[in-house]
């Protein structure tokens, strides 16, 4: 399959899926836990900090849906390359 390391689902998961959505045949478990998340403000997606000031990340679905795979891949990229 073309792309297959860009895609997975994972329909057996006990939270699947972990967010809403439309279309669960093209919802992507890749990213189970968003590789952005580290990055606060800067991660680009749809998020909101609670009253105790914690990150949460439920209204954002970016890392669940494919055709982002290749911008969170970038942007892992670019935040490796400040670090160095």
């Not at 073309?2 to 967010?19: A, D, L, M, V």
């Amino acid at each position: 399959m073309k792309n297959s390391h860009k895609f997975f689902g994972n329909r057996e998961c006990r939270y699947f899926p972990c967010h809403e959505t439309k279309n669960k045949n093209s919802f992507n478990c890749i990213f189970c836990f968003c590789p952005l998340y580290f990055l606060g403000e800067g991660c680009g997606g749809n998020f909101e900090y609670g009253k105790s000031g914690v990150k949460s990340c439920a209204g954002c679905d970016l890392p669940h849906t494919p055709k982002y795979y290749s911008a969170i891949i970038s942007k892992l990229k670019e935040a490796g390359n400040k670090k160095e």
